[in-house]
């Protein structure tokens, strides 16, 4: 029996698209379905061509340990769905690339972190990933991304779903773009803001971070405020 397997990891998740048959022309067939996946998602799934007496995917798994934490997926319209749900970048995501590219540290990362957040949204008016920003009393920290710096600091050395999830975005090199110019323009900056109100953009009078701070410490900021009044924190 001749199996048919794309298998993608993302977001700490495994999960393969399977196929078997002993039909040559059938395998054929199938084996195209996965050619007309959406070209941005292609590089998210490798395939896998693997012989087995059995047409289960249990047969698979049992013969190659690679594939054993793998859910089986039946369908190709249900893959490209598991493929999109789940290449959504997160903060931690971006986070990681920024730490591992830039070496940046744990106050500049999170300042960053923001202004990424904020030039991309502002610029293409949706939210690039999902991301928990509060007003701390040094400037927007987001949650997620503080607790994996605080706790679990070596996750952020080795998180490789960014290279993984920029490829499935359809402005992904614009993502680039928007970073590298980010931190060319204010990673000096806040490396020089921890103690220097005068470097700390965010802290400029109506920006967003200062918006939330006067609601009460630890406020969420908005991305509609992000959108309205970034502008008063670049330089």
């Known amino acids: 029996m001749i199996h048919l397997i794309a298998l993608s990891k993302l977001s700490d998740k495994e999960f393969a698209y399977h196929y078997a048959t002993d039909d040559i022309k059938e ?3 199938k084996k195209a379905e996965l050619v007309n996946i959406p070209e941005r998602l292609l590089p998210l799934f490798s395939v896998h061509i693997v012989k087995t007496d059995s047409k289960d995917f249990e047969s698979v798994q049992r013969m190659d340990p690679y594939f ?3 859910v089986e997926i039946k369908s190709t319209k249900e893959f490209i769905y598991y493929l999109q749900s789940n290449s959504a970048l997160n903060s931690v995501d971006v986070a990681s ?4 590219r830039y ?3 744990a106050f500049p990362l999170q300042k960053i972190l923001y202004y990424v957040y904020s030039e991309l949204l502002v610029r293409f008016k949706r939210p690039p990933f999902s ?3 509060v007003a701390y009393e040094k400037g927007p920290v987001d949650k997620d991304t503080y607790r994996t710096y605080k706790y679990s600091n070596e996750l952020l050395a080795i998180n490789t779903e960014f290279d993984k999830k920029i490829s499935g975005i359809k402005k992904g090199n614009e993502y680039l773009k928007v970073i590298d110019e980010v ?7 806040f490396s020089e803001a921890w103690n220097n109100e005068e470097k700390n953009l965010t802290h400029q009078q109506g ?3 200062s918006r939330a701070h006067e609601k009460g410490y630890n406020e969420p900021i908005t991305d509609d405020d992000i959108l309205k009044y970034h502008h008063l924190e670049t330089v």
Do not use: D
């Open 27 to 29: 395998f054929i067939e």
């Open 68 to 70: 054993e934490s793998a």
């Open 97 to 100: 690339f920024l730490e591992q």
């Open 103 to 105: 070496n940046l540290g």
């Open 131 to 133: 991301a928990n920003f």
């Open 183 to 189: 931190v060319k323009t204010y990673s000096e900056c």
């Open 207 to 209: 920006t967003p971070w």
